[in-house]
T-cell receptor
Framework: GAGVSQSPSNKVTEKGKDVELRCDPISGHTALYWYRQSLGQGLEFLIY????????KSGLPSDRFSAERTGGSVSTLTIQRTQQEDSAVYLCASSLGLAVAYNEQFFGPGTRLTVL | TQLLEQSPQFLSIQEGENLTVYCNSS?????LQWYRQEPGEGPVLLVTVVTGGEVKKLKRLTFQFGDARKDSSLHITAAQPGDTGLYLC???????????????FGQGTILTVHP
């Protein structure tokens, strides 16, 4: 597709279960970003990738959160032993690169995660 | 840690009124972006400002970057119901270092324009 896609669009899980969220960036975009957004609020940075490398993981809330990117394309955000406070919309974005001239981030529609 | 304070958090106005949203920080950014987000969708970039003092206009929207590159404003003239949405500012750190790819977002301004 032409845009960033994310799956699933909605995920309801029970506390303590693991979840995997997937992001397919725009083809050719080297940079990929994960954010978390609570209802009507700003975006909380989680992690970004340049290629398959994640130079800055400082935004991951705890060691229950991890992310990987393979082949410079698809990325997966994994949350282990989910907690109710993990409930949020998880947004993925991609950009051509990191330099300002190429840094317009194109966002996917997000995955709404609900932890019961 | 870079923080962006965005205000006001909520804005409810009548069609035809003017409004300004502010984004302030104690940190210097290499650039600042403004996004608009509608329910159920991801944010969409409106503009990027790079140079201190820069002013950019997008139809009825005027964006300004502070001289010191620490703050920005979004001014909407003669607001329309179609302007309703969540407006977000986001700052990019200076080049170099592992945080270069990290965007810091403000808390957002929920704008409602009533017909």
């Amino acid at each position: 597709g032409a845009g960033v896609s994310q799956s699933p669009s909605n995920k309801v899980t029970e506390k303590g279960k693991d979840v995997e969220l997937r992001c397919d960036p725009i083809s050719g975009h080297t940079a990929l970003y994960w954010y978390r957004q609570s209802l009507g609020q700003g975006l909380e940075f989680l992690i970004y990738f340049q290629g398959n490398s994640a130079p800055d993981k400082s935004g991951l809330p705890s060691d229950r959160f991890s992310a990987e990117r393979t082949g410079g394309s698809v990325s997966t955000l994994t949350i282990q032993r989910t907690q109710q406070e993990d409930s949020a919309v998880y947004l993925c974005a991609s950009s051509l690169g990191l330099a300002v001239a190429y840094n317009e981030q194109f966002f996917g529609p997000g995955t709404r995660l609900t932890v019961l | 840690t870079q923080l962006l304070e965005q205000s006001p958090q909520f804005l409810s106005i009548q069609e035809g009124e003017n409004l300004t949203v502010y984004c302030n920080s104690s940190s210097v950014f290499s650039s600042l972006q403004w996004y608009r987000q509608e329910p159920g969708e991801g944010p969409v970039l409106l503009v990027t400002v790079v140079t201190g003092g820069e002013v950019k206009k997008l139809k009825r929207l005027t964006f300004q970057f502070g001289d010191a590159r620490k703050d920005s404003s979004l001014h909407i003239t003669a607001a329309q119901p179609g302007d309703t949405g969540l407006y977000l500012c986001a700052g990019k750190p200076r080049a170099g270092g592992t945080s270069y790819g990290k965007l810091t977002f403000g808390q957002g301004t929920i704008l409602t324009v009533h017909p």
